[in-house]
């Protein structure tokens, strides 16, 4: 119980000091000894830990907790605090280790954990696309209107290529745009790969950590794509918006759809950083939370990290993928068919990520339900 005598002296009572040289005691014979119980000294194979023994520990734990976070609100016991809190440190570690490498883990965080962090953030992810989807809307009824406005619209290389209405309003013009690289060889085409891969992981990368200013620039970035994508279909309407669309769909897909799954993961660190608490939900179940750990802003966005690490590793290889397409198929004679039909195939994994991820995350509930009782 807090101490609640009416003019508290600066020396800390008895009772508290007795549960904290309890607590360095128990810490000191569990470390030299192992978790065995005083009656059990050695087995073949060591001290193994005993129910009984874990529970008095941890109870001793939390008793010394809930005191320290008392003491926190005493100035006049501030003085006690950092040895306190070094006891404190080494009990946590001692009941709460961080669990060691094995590929069983890896397998269950790659199988269950990766696609169930997808489906627990998809209104994350929605909203990504909402933005990137309004801001293509918007360009494209504006750039309709009025094609100068693409100049404001279009990355810089390509309006730094040629005026936009010399390059897109003349078929001869278009077809050049739409079958520009087909002549290059391997060598110019792996170049080229290579460099989309870097450039666009770098972007997503920006779009991803950009959360932890509130998002800002993730929208910023989620509505610049979406200009950008809006107002290049406005230019070729309707006559070659087909022919736009085998160019640009194979490579388009798994890139767009990587930079909204970045954008998603930094709404969510947006939102961590708005409220650190929404982490807790789940975080027990993959581990990344220790039962009982407070949630602060430090806490927070460590485990929202360490939730969001697979993302980070899905949204890398979609981009080595979209690269490669870019470079070697849209450069390429394929027909059209070809090129939509693989379009269509690059929308499969992302659909079976997030189906999958519905399917894990229950799992993963229902196992730590099972746990619980």
């Known amino acids: 119980m807090p101490y609640t005598g009416k003019q508290p002296s600066s020396q800390l009572p008895a009772d508290y000091r007795q549960v904290f040289s309890r607590l360095k005691h128990a810490l000191a014979t569990i470390q030299a000894n192992g978790w065995a119980p005083s009656d059990q000294t050695t087995q073949e194979d060591g001290p193994v830990a005993t129910v009984d023994t874990i529970t008095q520990f941890g109870h001793l734990y939390l008793k010394a907790s809930a005191i320290f976070a008392w003491v926190r609100y005493q100035p006049q016991w501030h003085g006690f605090m950092a040895p306190m809190q070094r006891v404190l440190v080494e009990a946590n570690v001692l009941l709460y280790p961080e669990p060691g490498f094995s590929w069983s883990a890896l397998g269950r965080f790659v199988a269950f954990e990766v696609p169930a962090r997808f489906w627990r953030d998809r209104y994350f992810h929605l909203a990504a696309a909402v933005i990137c989807a309004t801001s293509a809307f918007v360009a494209f009824w504006l750039v309709l209107g009025n094609f100068e406005l693409a100049a404001v619209f279009m990355p810089g290389a390509i309006r730094d290529l040629k005026e936009l209405d010399a390059y897109f309003f003349s078929p001869q013009a278009r077809h050049e745009m739409l079958t520009y690289g087909r002549d290059a060889g391997l060598k110019v085409k792996t170049v080229f790969a290579v460099f989309l891969m870097q450039h666009n992981i770098s972007v997503a990368i920006q779009c991803f950590l950009s959360g932890f200013v509130f998002g800002v620039p993730t929208v910023l970035m989620l509505a610049e794509t979406g200009m950008m994508l809006g107002s290049l279909p406005a230019l070729f309407f ?136």
């Open 238 to 373: 309707p006559t070659d918006v087909v022919a736009l669309g085998a160019w640009l769909l194979p490579h388009g897909v798994p890139e767009v759809g990587a930079i909204l799954l970045a954008g998603g993961g930094g709404l969510r660190i947006a939102y961590t950083m708005l409220n650190p608490g929404s982490v807790a939900e789940g975080a027990q179940d993959a581990g990344h939370l220790k039962p009982g750990a407070a949630i602060g802003l430090g806490v927070a966005l460590q485990t929202v990290m360490r939730q969001l690490s697979g993302t980070v590793v899905v949204v890398a290889a979609m981009l080595v993928w979209a690269g490669f397409v870019e470079s070697f198929v849209r450069q390429s004679t394929a027909s059209d068919s070809v090129r939509y039909f693989l379009a269509i195939v690059s929308v499969v994994p992302i659909v079976a990520l997030f189906t999958w991820g519905a399917v894990a995350d229950d799992r993963l509930k229902r196992q730590q339900c099972e746990r619980l009782t």
